[in-house]
């Protein structure tokens, strides 16, 4: 053996010997660190906190975006002999009086989809339109009375073609279920720092390319990849936020960060105000959502996650700076091992649990499937009258910063709810307001003043966001630490159905001739769900009951 193959070898021993050896962060408490020794909710953690917070209002205006920008404006067939050959204007027909004889009149109003045959294309007076007869449009002509230019108004998304603008909807809801699923675990593997910018470049591109389709097809391709990254950028910065706090602080931290994205989007409807064409709507949260690439050279990267991944030496870096930050004396070795998880106990009979083996427990396999049911109604009814903004009598604008801005005291019920009366009772109550609010909105006679019915849907809506709120920390409660995570992700993507669903729900109005179809459903749903989460609470106490004199009784003989 030569003496470089000797000290090889050599080499190669020591640094097997060095990752034997326990580094002081193996093992880190984290919570128990941040409790007693760097603080839980510091200088460091405010700031950051803060900063991670702000995308959560680019989220918004993504997310609740198509409220305007797919907006479908009243609109009539375009008369060629009627109308100006130059710069046709959608209320020409009745302001010229020519409504008359080239459109069909129907219960609420002009005929938005067909027009009187055209038998001479002589002169626009009566006696050039059969009113016998009718044809579908071959070009349509819109009011721009609320938005100039919508995606609608560039792709004619009406009449034979309207069935599109709500599957652009639930074409961007699935990109948000494929995107909960595939930045989750990316964000596990490589870290939710790159997650993030990834997610910002997919955000800021997906939205920038979208203004230039020229086709449908196109444009529900980029929605399909932007949601992808909207969710995942959410995600990221929720976590990234919430794992450098303390664990007295993560129900407050994970509150607030939703009060940011109510702020985009009443953003959103300022922009929207303002802008009124889609395009330039887009751009204005699409163009700046590019700033936070700037984050790359401050955020910090997840110190749990570095720790989880044994990259020590960054890790302690990134304790030293929060210490540093929050004003207390710099970590030593011996902080970190004062501060380590205890050593786990060997349990002989553990059985690794998964999907397969809940499900063969009844009593669980019901309770995840009533939280299944739970979450669905919830996002169907948050989104369903999140997207209704636009068909309330009234200005749209107006209608729908009233039903954003009942999200604060939904969102700050549901954590005094959840602080001072428990996540069940909260979440039972919650849904119960939105069911009857819904209820009550469907049943409202036609002769009531308009203003009633948006009554009742803000607070159809301060439910249902009362309810998005508690339904995480509620759905953590039920289920054994084995499987918590798996039923907590679960059922987030089971929530996707309903927000996949709700622009079908909005149509039902329209599709079978009864307007309080829609919130008949949504009534429903809540109301059903209150009920089965009333009956599982129930039945859980009572489990917890009978569990717990059985263990008394065990120890007493």
Same mark, same amino acid.
């Given at each position: 053996?030569?003496?470089?193959?000797?000290?090889?070898?050599?080499?190669?021993?020591?640094?097997?010997?060095?990752?034997?050896?326990?580094?002081?962060?193996?093992?880190?408490?984290?919570?128990?660190?941040?409790?007693?020794?760097?603080?839980?909710?510091?200088?460091?953690?405010?700031?950051?906190?803060?900063?991670?917070?702000?995308?959560?209002?680019?989220?918004?205006?993504?997310?609740?975006?198509?409220?305007?920008?797919?907006?479908?404006?009243?609109?009539?067939?375009?008369?060629?002999?009627?109308?100006?050959?130059?710069?046709?204007?959608?209320?020409?027909?009745?302001?010229?009086?020519?409504?008359?004889?080239?459109?069909?009149?129907?219960?609420?109003?002009?005929?938005?989809?067909?027009?009187?045959?055209?038998?001479?294309?002589?002169?626009?007076?009566?006696?050039?339109?059969?009113?016998?007869?009718?044809?579908?449009?071959?070009?349509?002509?819109?009011?721009?009375?609320?938005?100039?230019?919508?995606?609608?108004?560039?792709?004619?998304?009406?009449?034979?073609?309207?069935?599109?603008?709500?599957?652009?909807?639930?074409?961007?809801?699935?990109?948000? !279920? #494929? @995107?909960?699923?595939?930045?989750?675990?990316? /964000?596990? *593997?490589?870290?939710?720092?790159? &997650? =993030?910018?990834?997610? +910002?470049?997919?955000?800021?591109?997906?939205?920038?390319?979208?203004?230039?389709?020229?086709?449908?097809?196109?444009?529900?391709?980029?929605?399909?990849?932007?949601?992808?990254?909207?969710?995942?950028?959410?995600?990221?910065?929720?976590?990234?936020?919430?794992? !450098? #706090? @303390?664990?007295?602080?993560?129900?407050?931290? /994970?509150? *607030?960060?939703?009060?940011?994205? &109510? =702020?985009?989007?009443? +953003?959103?409807?300022?922009?929207?105000?303002?802008?009124?064409?889609?395009?330039?709507?887009?751009?204005?949260?699409?163009?700046?959502?590019?700033?936070?690439?700037?984050?790359?050279?401050?955020?910090?990267?997840?110190?749990?996650?570095?720790?989880?991944?044994?990259?020590?030496?960054?890790?302690?870096?990134?304790?030293?700076?929060?210490?540093?930050?929050?004003?207390?004396?710099?970590?030593?070795?011996?902080?970190?091992?004062?501060?380590?998880?205890?050593?786990?106990?060997?349990?002989?009979?553990?059985?690794?649990?998964?999907?397969?083996?809940?499900?063969?427990?009844?009593?669980?396999?019901?309770?995840?499937?009533?939280?299944?049911?739970?979450?669905?109604?919830?996002?169907?009814?948050?989104?369903?009258?999140?997207?209704?903004?636009?068909?309330?009598?009234?200005?749209?604008?107006?209608?729908?910063?009233?039903?954003?801005?009942?999200?604060?005291?939904?969102?700050?019920?549901?954590?005094?709810?959840?602080?001072?009366?428990?996540?069940?009772?909260?979440?039972?109550?919650?849904?119960?307001?939105?069911?009857?609010?819904?209820?009550?909105?469907?049943?409202?006679?036609?002769?009531?003043?308009?203003?009633?019915?948006?009554?009742?849907?803000?607070?159809?809506?301060?439910?249902?966001?009362?309810?998005?709120?508690?339904?995480?920390?509620?759905?953590?409660?039920?289920?054994?630490?084995?499987?918590?995570?798996?039923?907590?992700?679960?059922?987030?993507?089971?929530?996707?159905?309903?927000?996949?669903?709700?622009?079908?729900?909005?149509?039902?109005?329209?599709?079978?001739?009864?307007?309080?179809?829609?919130?008949?459903?949504?009534?429903?749903?809540?109301?059903?769900?209150?009920?089965?989460?009333?009956?599982?609470?129930?039945?859980?106490?009572?489990?917890?009951?009978?569990?717990?004199?059985?263990?008394?009784?065990?120890?007493?003989?």
């Amino acid at each position: 053996m030569t003496d470089n193959e000797g000290r090889r070898l050599l080499e190669n021993e020591d640094q097997r010997l060095l990752e034997d050896v326990e580094h002081p962060l193996e093992n880190l408490d984290m919570d128990l660190l941040l409790e007693n020794r760097l603080g839980e909710f510091g200088r460091y953690q405010r700031t950051i906190y803060f900063l991670v917070c702000l995308p959560a209002a680019l989220t918004a205006a993504i997310t609740m975006g198509s409220v305007f920008n797919e907006l479908v404006p009243p609109h009539r067939c375009q008369v060629p002999v009627c109308d100006s050959g130059v710069i046709p204007h959608y209320a020409d027909a009745n302001l010229l009086g020519y409504a008359n004889f080239t459109l069909p009149q129907t219960k609420d109003g002009w005929d938005e989809c067909n027009m009187y045959q055209e038998i001479s294309n002589k002169s626009c007076s009566s006696g050039s339109f059969s009113t016998n007869l009718t044809q579908p449009c071959s070009r349509f002509l819109y009011a721009k009375d609320t938005m100039e230019s919508t995606v609608v108004t560039d792709f004619n998304l009406v009449c034979t073609q309207s069935w599109k603008a709500p599957l652009s909807n639930s074409i961007f809801f699935s990109g948000v !279920l #494929v @995107g909960a699923l595939v930045y989750g675990e990316l /964000g596990d *593997i490589f870290g939710r720092k790159n &997650v =993030f910018m990834l997610c +910002i470049l997919q955000c800021s591109l997906g939205g920038i390319l979208s203004i230039f389709s020229t086709d449908f097809t196109t444009f529900s391709t980029l929605q399909f990849f932007t949601a992808m990254g909207q969710v995942g950028l959410f995600q990221c910065s929720f976590v990234l936020g919430i794992e !450098l #706090v @303390g664990r007295n602080k993560r129900v407050f931290c /994970g509150i *607030i960060i939703e009060f940011f994205f &109510v =702020f985009g989007e009443l +953003i959103l409807a300022l922009a929207a105000w303002i802008l009124r064409d889609w395009k330039k709507i887009v751009l204005s949260y699409s163009v700046p959502g590019l700033l936070f690439f700037s984050y790359y050279f401050f955020l910090p990267r997840s110190i749990r996650w570095l720790i989880s991944k044994r990259r020590f030496k960054e890790a302690e870096l990134e304790l030293q700076r929060i210490a540093k930050w929050n004003g207390v004396e710099p970590l030593k070795s011996e902080n970190f091992i004062k501060f380590r998880k205890p050593e786990p106990q060997e349990e002989v009979n553990e059985e690794h649990e998964g999907l397969l083996s809940l499900l063969r427990r009844p009593k669980l396999t019901g309770r995840l499937l009533t939280i299944f049911f739970c979450w669905t109604v919830t996002t169907l009814v948050y989104y369903g009258l999140s997207f209704s903004a636009a068909s309330l009598a009234g200005d749209a604008y107006l209608d729908f910063t009233l039903l954003a801005l009942a999200e604060f005291p939904g969102y700050t019920l549901s954590y005094l709810g959840m602080q001072y009366w428990g996540r069940k009772y909260t979440l039972s109550c919650s849904l119960l307001v939105a069911g009857v609010s819904c209820l009550a909105s469907s049943i409202l006679p036609a002769s009531w003043p308009p203003y009633i019915q948006t009554i009742f849907f803000l607070l159809g809506k301060l439910g249902a966001t009362a309810s998005f709120g508690t339904a995480y920390l509620y759905t953590s409660e039920l289920f054994p630490t084995p499987v918590r995570n798996l039923c907590v992700g679960l059922s987030s993507m089971t929530g996707r159905i309903g927000a996949i669903t709700s622009p079908y729900i909005l149509d039902l109005g329209e599709m079978t001739g009864v307007s309080w179809a829609p919130m008949g459903v949504f009534a429903a749903g809540a109301i059903t769900s209150k009920l089965l989460v009333g009956c599982l609470f129930y039945f859980y106490q009572k489990l917890r009951v009978k569990s717990c004199r059985v263990h008394w009784l065990k120890r007493k003989n």
